[in-house]
Structure formats: structure tokens, C-alpha cells
């Protein structure tokens, strides 16, 4: 099982931003998928789920409205769209997969800040 977040970077309060998690050795669609965050000094927190069946979504009430969570079956990777960023939206965000056993990505850093 591997997971690979990627399209983190700068972007400007009000911006936004695309981030993916690749997956390889398991279906994405066969498991719940959830997107976390950790700014510095600070505990991980939950930011979205995608159950794998229906599929139905989930946010923290902190995103909720502003971010977007998807999967692509075909290209086995689950999506985080991120819009209206603010400046305490900045962490490093994980994707995870729990199978048995938690599976966590190496994280893609985002920082919001003009």
C-alpha cells in the first residue's frame, strides 16, 4: 500500500488550490478515504472523508463549504479542492487509508500567506 499527496504550495488568502493522493495497492473506491491536516506546533486534525460506498462526504465544520473531497476510480486517487484559502488553513496535509492497519502519505505542504 502506498499513498502520494501532491500539488501543495504558495498560495495567496482567497486562492486556491488542487491537492491528490495517488494511491497503489488498493482500491480507492473500496475503502473509506480521509484528508488530514497538521499546522506546525499542533496537533493532526481531521479535514474530510469519502466513504466508498454511495460515496458520501464528510468535512470539519472548520473547511466545510470551502473544500472539496473526490475520487477518480479509474485513476485511483482522491482529491482535495481547496478554495477560499486562509491563513490558518496552512499545514502539511496527509491523505490516509485505513486498511487493517492506518496507511498515511508523506504529506504535501500548503502555506497561505500574501
Known amino acids: 500500500v502506498q499513498l502520494v499527496e501532491s500539488g501543495g504550495g504558495l498560495v495567496q488568502p482567497g486562492g486556491s488550490l488542487r491537492l491528490s493522493c495517488a494511491a497503489s495497492g488498493f482500491a480507492v473506491s473500496t475503502y473509506d478515504m480521509r484528508w488530514y491536516r497538521q499546522a506546525p506546533e499542533k496537533e493532526r486534525e481531521w479535514v474530510a472523508t469519502?466513504?466508498?460506498?454511495?460515496?458520501?462526504?464528510y468535512y470539519a465544520d472548520s473547511v466545510k463549504g470551502r473544500f472539496t473531497i473526490s475520487r477518480d476510480n479509474a485513476k485511483n486517487t482522491v482529491y482535495l479542492q481547496m478554495n477560499s484559502l486562509k491563513a490558518e488553513d496552512t499545514a502539511v496535509y496527509y491523505c490516509k487509508a485505513t486498511i487493517n492497519v492506518p496507511y498515511w502519505g508523506q504529506g504535501t505542504q500548503v502555506t497561505v500567506s500574501s
Open positions: 469519502i466513504t466508498k460506498t454511495s460515496p458520501r462526504t
